[in-house]
Nanobody
């Protein structure tokens, strides 16, 4: 019943910005998906899928060291949508970005936390040129 659909990816030059969106639907244990841990992961060719940022029910956020100060995760519960604002993009940020949701409300792992997330979107491609 849970569905996640990413959008907003594209091609941008280094230093540019993109805003990713993840529209969610469905209910988990009586609550909409955005009440649970949600996160953004990314995977580049030849690399493992890695956590980028997470956000908990009441807004607590965590970020991978590589994106701290540049990326901001947020959500709009009314719209049931998760966002990732990406600024000062680097070529190393190029990857397929995936939206994920958990059955847990807290804590919301971003580092080594892939197994916590049960629901995944199909991904949106981000390409940053130098």
């Amino acid at each position: 019943q849970v569905q996640l659909v990413e959008s907003g990816g594209g091609s941008v030059q280094a230093g540019g910005s993109l805003r990713l969106s993840c529209a969610s639907s469905g209910i988990v244990s009586g609550y909409t998906v955005t009440n649970y841990c949600m996160a953004w992961f990314r995977q580049a060719p030849g690399k493992e899928r890695e956590g980028v940022a997470s956000i908990a029910r009441f807004g607590t956020t965590e970020y991978a060291d590589s994106v701290k100060g540049r990326f901001t995760i947020s959500k709009d519960k009314a719209k049931r949508t998760l966002y990732l604002q990406m600024n000062s993009l680097k070529p190393e940020d190029s990857a397929m970005y995936y939206c994920a949701a958990s059955r847990f409300m807290y804590p919301c792992a971003v580092i080594n936390g892939r197994d916590q997330y049960s629901y995944w979107g199909q991904g949106t491609q981000v390409t940053v040129s130098s």
